[in-house]
């Protein structure tokens, strides 16, 4: 198979594909550098990005050469996590490695072997802490092996990266006897699994069926399994998981428990019940189980796993590493052209951000807690993850979700009459499938509920108390996909108020407020929070609201509830009446209200 862009964008189609099916399995390996179980999901929105980036192009008109370079770009830009942006690193390297070759069409294996090289030597040079056993163990192994089966009769490059696979393979089963912490854990390392799994779907055309191990249990049940055996040799007490634990237990051979610390308090544990009490026995299994749980519930120094872009025409990358050296660890700077990204784990990401602007323009921020990330992880109803953000908003009326959607937003939680309970919040919650959420609601009545239920969540969120579904709406004006929830929710929280507007209802009984007497059945107009106006007439309460509300602006949009009919007339009459505006309106369904109107 001849390589052209188009047949190489369709193989990382497929490493996708992979890597984005065995990601949850990679996620409940990571235990380095920080055990917050989101390796696999960091690597495939890693890919998944600098793919989507490509869609601007037309690949069949890009060279091999042009395309490794976008994509490599893309790679950088879109980059997540310590091992997403490694990766990033090891892509960077090898783009530029073939930006060198004299050929723009056709790529040989010794190039390859050079750009695999230039790769894996840039990931080491530019991660402040490189570690043996890591994903930068696999890079390396991956070229030297490559070069060394590019000399036997393989002139497809795809067939000598097949060739390598079981290296790989044996390479990652080696990872715990390299780096401490994952034999303590009784794990291989996710970043290097996540590779393997990379390179393993760069060939699965290739047909290549070996099965990747299937994840078995999470890291909560293996955990959960830990502190029963442990409790049981202590102090001869079952605990309230037993049937989980035996049946966890049963269903599944010592040769099918893939944290292999795990399989060797199994089989201690059976050895003591078959030799009754054996005190030997006993402390091996204390010892041992005490050593698994410790190492899952790790203290983590840096609360926030911190990512940012840095725009300048002149970046000073050695002032900028010692800048931000000081103020966390894992720190990795990739630069490219005139951006760098960076990734560093901080306390006070706020305070980082904002001491870094002297540098650049920052943009496509994130911040991770990781100690969510980790309760997550060790957690028996454990959530998985799809995605870094989400917004969740909770609305009536079902024109309004659908212009919601119209402005973007994915996850909405709709009610009618019936507010929602802590429970229904909790599910929406956890159906994003986000690390991070930032979540609002329409009615001040539903705020009890819906803090209840983030207290509940794993997810990292930010609420933000709005009142109203147009404040929501300017929620939407104001959310960028391309910042962390913390920045978003600032610059959302200081432009809530930016859309003026009233709301129109009919009274149910007779009151006044004030000097205004309202009827039964009469419709009355509040504006913030106060009742302003009443009529009998439903189009003379809205001509009313409008004269004694409108100031400068141009354009009155009405949004009418769920027994509203007759828009058209009513707009046409407004129309008449007040010339030099501009009307529009929405069908919003709402229960609660006959109409909303907003002047901009």
């Known amino acids: ?43 495939t929105l890693t890919l998944q990005g600098a793919l989507n980036s490509l869609k601007s192009y037309e690949l069949k008109d890009l060279s091999l050469k042009s395309f490794l370079k976008h994509f490599a770009s893309g790679m950088i830009m879109n980059s997540r996590g310590c091992s997403g942006v490694i990766l990033a690193l090891f892509c960077e390297g090898a783009a530029k490695s073939i930006q060198r070759t004299t050929d723009s069409e056709n790529i040989s294996n010794q190039d390859i072997t050079f750009a695999l090289r230039n790769g894996y030597e840039l990931a080491y040079k530019e991660t402040s802490d490189p570690q043996e056993g890591t994903i930068l163990t696999m890079m390396k192994v991956l070229a030297d092996n490559f070069e ?115 399989a060797n308090i199994i089989k201690l544990f059976d050895n003591l019940i078959q030799k009754k009490d054996n005190r030997e026995i006993a402390e091996a299994i204390i010892q041992k189980s005490e050593n698994l749980v410790e190492t899952w519930n790790a203290n983590i120094q840096y609360r926030y796993c911190t990512e940012f872009i840095l725009e300048s025409d002149n970046i000073d990358k050695i002032n900028l590493k010692s800048h931000l050296e000081k103020r966390g660890d894992c720190l990795i700077v990739i630069q490219s ?42 957690s028996e109803d454990k959530a998985f993850y799809e995605k870094d953000t989400a917004l969740l908003l909770i609305v009536n009326g079902d024109g309004f979700a659908n212009i919601l959607k119209g402005l973007g937003a994915t996850d909405i939680l709709l009610y009618k009459k019936v507010k929602p309970s802590v429970s229904h919040i909790q599910n929406a919650l956890v159906k994003t499938r986000a ?52 920045q978003n929710a600032q610059i959302i929280r200081n432009n809530l108020d930016n859309i003026r507007f009233c709301k129109i209802a009919q009274a149910t009984r007779d009151f006044a407020e004030g000097r205004i007497p309202v009827k039964k059945k009469d419709y009355f107009t509040i504006f913030q929070n106060k009742i302003i106006s009443s009529s009998k007439e439903i189009n003379k309460a809205i001509s009313q609201a409008i004269s004694n509300l409108i100031e400068n602006e141009t354009l009155i949009t009405l949004y009418c509830g769920k027994m509203e009919p007759g828009r058209k007339r009513i707009i046409s009459n407004l129309q008449s009446k007040f010339k030099h505006i501009t009307f529009e309106s929405y069908y919003g369904g709402q229960d609660k209200y006959n109409y909303y109107i907003t002047f901009e």
């Open 337 to 378: 052209d005139n951006n760098c990204k960076i990734h560093i784990h901080t306390n006070k990401p706020k305070s980082l951000l904002k001491s870094s602007a002297k540098f650049g323009n920052i943009s496509f921020t994130k911040v991770d807690d990781m100690k969510k990330q980790h309760y997550n992880l060790i």
């Open 435 to 486: 690390k991070n959420i930032i979540v609002a609601t329409d009615d001040t009545d539903i705020s009890a509920s819906l803090k209840s239920a983030i207290t509940l969540c794993k997810s990292n969120i930010e609420l933000i108390e709005t009142n109203s579904i147009i404040q929501i709406i300017s929620m939407m004006y104001n959310y960028s996909d391309t910042i962390d929830i913390i």
């Open 148 to 262: 060394k089966n590019a000399e036997t009769n393989h002139p497809n490059p795809l067939n000598i990266i097949k060739s390598v696979i079981p290296v790989l393979e044996e390479t990652l089963k080696q990872t715990p006897e390299m780096l401490p912490v994952l034999k303590k854990a009784g794990v291989v390392d996710s970043g290097a699994m996540g590779f393997l799994v990379l390179i393993k779907g760069i060939v699965i055309e290739l047909e290549y069926n070996d099965s990747i191990i299937k994840p078995l249990m999470t890291i909560a049940n293996i955990l959960l399994i830990s502190k029963y055996v442990h409790s049981f040799v202590v102090n001869k007490k079952h605990g309230k998981h037993i049937t989980l634990v035996k049946t966890l237990i049963s269903s599944l051979p010592l040769k099918n428990i893939t944290n292999f610390s795990l």
């Open 1 to 43: 198979m001849a390589l052209n862009s188009t047949n190489l964008n369709k193989i990382l189609y497929n490493a996708l594909n992979l890597l984005s099916k065995e990601k949850n399995y990679i996620n409940n390996l990571n235990v380095f550098p920080v055990p917050d179980g989101d390796t696999g999901l960091n690597m």
